[in-house]
């Protein structure tokens, strides 16, 4: 949908070269994703070296000496830190962000130990496994997620990761929400298969080349809207959510309304989502009664 936007705000025509931008973007967001978990090891190696700083000091004091280590130790971001799948990632990937700018990492590490949530863990010197995953997951998702820092240090990083970012941190929590103790933690796959990675040229291709007659299925249904009207960004989730229709029997219909209704939530206008639910459904009963469009599988309608 943004490329596409793109292509309109420039007047471009280049459709390799908007393609290739296109999953470059996609590309970049394994990056944040790496960012962002590694955020906790690097939070962990932080405190291990303040830890051991403190208690060296010459006038050192008993807690410094033998200080608690249950956040150092947590069963999860051990686990974290142990994964050759997010090693291996970072050094091919040649993610090194944070060995460059380690004072966000302070500043999370600060955040970190300032946190009610710090303070009720480190209250005892033990727990479970469950326990120390709870933590991790609150952690993640109360202090280190909604960082106003990190967040800016994101945002100038790259523009394109302001709206990867929530995609991402979910993905972070449902994966550590999943981990059982003796696990081995795995990076995801940025595409489940080719079939997967396809599908982004094949719906940009279509929808890009295609704008015209996608754009007249839907003009006779909005008698009462000039077509000058219609906000941009609405014209083109209609012609990507038509191309789904008519183009791809394998998606489901209530699942194209589905998708394309949060995306008109998230980037239009207040009332787009009501205009374009609407749209869809009568559309959706005339492809239906004249045959046009056709969905292989069951469900699928």
Known sequence: MQSIYAMH???SDEIEKEEKFLYHSIDNILDLYLIMVS???????????FLETSSKKHLATPEEKNPNKKFINNAVLQILEESNSISISLETRKINNWSMNDDYILILLNEVKKSELYQNYMQTKT????????????????VIA????????????KLTWIDDIPMVNTQIQKQLRQIKEGDEFRVPKLYKDQEDKEFVSLLFRKTVLNEIELAKEYIDKTPNWDSERIAEIDTIILKMAICEFLKFPSIPVKVTINEYLELAKEYSTPKSSIFINGILDNLVKDFTNDGKMKKSGRGLL
Not at 39 to 49: C, G, H, N, Y
Not at 146 to 157: F, G
């Open 9 to 11: 705000q420039k007047n």
């Open 39 to 49: 955020s906790l090891i690097e939070i962990k190696k932080k405190e291990v070296v």
């Open 127 to 142: 727990s479970t496994f469950e326990e120390d995953k709870q933590f991790v997951v609150d952690l993640f998702t109360e």
């Open 146 to 157: 909604p960082n106003d820092k990190l967040y800016e240090y994101l945002e100038d990083n």
